[in-house]
C-alpha cells in the first residue's frame, strides 16, 4: 500500500507570494491533517479535514489555509508569505476520524527568501 | 489544554548501550499515546502506541508502557545500534469529547549512537 505523499519535496519562494502544497493520504484514509515544524516551536498542528469539512484548526493566522476533496486529497494554501514561514509541512492521514493512529508523508521543505 | 514533556537531548550513547528517553503527559482525557521517529530529511514514522493503562507498545526493540498513576510513556530499548540514531517524539492524541483530532508533540530528542 503506498503512503502518505506530499509534493513537492522542495520549495523556494519569495517573500509576499503565495504557495499551494499538496497531500495525497494512504488509500481508504478519510481523515488527513496538516503540522509544520520549526526548530523553535516543533511540530504544531494547522488543521485537520474529514470528508471535505475542517473539523480542527491549530492557532495559525488566517494566511494559512486548507481544504480537503472528495477523494480525501488536501491542499493547503499559505498566502503573502513570511521569512517566518519557512518550515518543513508535514501531512498525516488517519484510517478514519476516530482512529488514533497518524501516518505521515515525508515533508515539503519550504524556504522564503 | 494537552501538553507533552520529553527530554530534550541530545543523547549520545555507544553502540548495545541501554537506552531510556523519558516523556510525561498532561491532557483533559484519556488520551493515546505515541513514539515517533525521525531520521535526517525525513517525515515522522509511527515508531509504538498505547491506547489504555498498562498498555505496552513495542516496536524493533523499543518499548513504552502507558503509565495512568504516573502520567508517563518512556521509551526503552535494552541494546541501540548506529542505525537508531534519529530524533524521537513523544505525542498524543486525545479523542475525548470527539472534537480535538490533533497530535501533540514534545520537543523531539536527537539520538546518536556511536560505533
Known amino acids: 500500500k503506498a503512503g502518505v505523499t506530499q509534493t513537492p519535496r522542495y520549495l523556494i519562494k519569495t517573500r509576499g507570494q503565495q504557495v499551494t502544497l499538496s497531500c495525497s493520504p494512504i488509500?481508504?484514509?478519510?481523515?488527513v491533517s496538516w503540522y509544520q515544524q520549526t526548530p523553535g516551536q516543533g511540530l504544531q498542528f494547522l488543521f485537520e479535514?474529514?470528508?471535505?469539512?475542517?473539523?480542527n484548526k491549530g492557532n495559525f493566522p488566517g494566511r494559512f489555509s486548507g481544504r480537503q476533496f472528495s477523494n480525501s486529497r488536501s491542499e493547503m494554501n499559505v498566502s503573502t508569505l513570511e521569512l517566518g514561514d519557512s518550515a518543513l509541512y508535514l501531512c498525516?492521514?488517519?484510517?478514519?476520524?476516530?482512529?488514533?493512529?497518524?501516518?505521515f508523508g515525508q515533508g515539503t521543505r519550504l524556504t522564503v527568501v | 489544554g494537552d501538553s507533552v514533556t520529553q527530554m530534550e537531548g541530545p543523547v549520545t550513547l555507544s553502540e548495545e548501550a541501554f537506552l531510556t528517553i523519558n516523556c510525561t503527559y498532561t491532557?483533559?482525557?484519556?488520551?493515546?499515546l505515541f513514539w515517533y521517529v525521525q531520521y535526517p530529511g525525513e517525515g515522522l514514522q509511527l515508531l509504538l502506541k498505547?491506547?489504555?493503562?498498562?498498555d505496552k507498545g513495542s516496536n524493533k526493540g523499543f518499548e513504552a508502557t502507558y503509565r495512568k498513576e504516573t502520567t508517563s510513556f518512556h521509551l526503552e530499548k535494552g541494546s541501540v545500534q548506529v542505525s537508531d540514531s534519529a530524533v524521537y517524539f513523544c505525542?498524543?492524541?486525545?479523542?475525548?469529547?470527539?472534537?480535538?483530532?490533533?497530535?501533540?508533540f514534545g520537543k523531539g530528542t536527537l539520538l546518536t549512537v556511536n560505533p
Open positions: 498525516a492521514s488517519s484510517p478514519l476520524g476516530t482512529t488514533t493512529e497518524a501516518f
Open positions: 491532557a483533559t482525557g484519556y488520551p493515546s
Open positions: 505525542a498524543l492524541r486525545d479523542l475525548s469529547g470527539g472534537s480535538n483530532y490533533k497530535l501533540t
Open positions: 488509500s481508504g484514509h478519510r481523515s
Open positions: 479535514y474529514f470528508s471535505e469539512t475542517q473539523r
Open positions: 498505547a491506547t489504555k493503562a498498562d
